[in-house]
């Protein structure tokens, strides 16, 4: 499922943003995109390939993205499960050596605002 929120909206390379996961079904809408809106507050917008070395410092956060949560319809994620992260939470990631790479055709152009382009690019990983 990717029906898109925001058929214009860019990635960080400013090319169409590509789908970031469908399984499991990720995004702010939950639409398999890492768009964005006002409503996003946490600037879901980093397409990020999930190691378990991320895993447990999310976990240490306090934002526990492995175990699964049925009532929510979350089903916990694993390494090389790709997920849309919050723009600030990877760059926590990054400043403590922790983040994970990402796939710069699926990350939405407001990342930029909180990483610089460069710094993306030294953790991209093939769509």
């Known amino acids: 499922m990717t029906t898109r929120f925001d058929p214009a909206a860019r ?4 090319g169409e943003l590509e789908p970031c996961s469908a399984r499991p079904l990720t995004g702010f809408f939950r639409n398999g995109c890492c768009e964005t809106s006002h409503e996003d ?3 879901h917008t980093v397409c990020a390939v999930m190691t378990a070395e991320f895993l447990a410092f999310s976990r240490a956060a ?3 993205l492995s175990t699964p949560m049925l009532d929510a319809a979350f ?3 694993k390494p090389g499960d790709r997920w849309c992260l919050c723009a600030p939470r990877w760059k926590e990631a990054l400043d ?9 055709e699926a990350t939405h152009e407001e990342t930029l ?8 690019k030294d953790f991209a990983v093939e769509a």
Request: hydrophobic fraction near 55%; charged fraction near 5%.
């Open 11 to 14: 990635n960080v390379l400013g």
């Open 75 to 77: 089903p916990g994620l």
């Open 62 to 64: 306090g934002n526990d």
């Open 41 to 43: 507050l946490g600037l």
């Open 96 to 104: 403590a050596g922790a983040a994970p790479q990402i796939v710069l």
């Open 113 to 120: 605002a909180i990483v610089p382009l460069g710094v993306l």
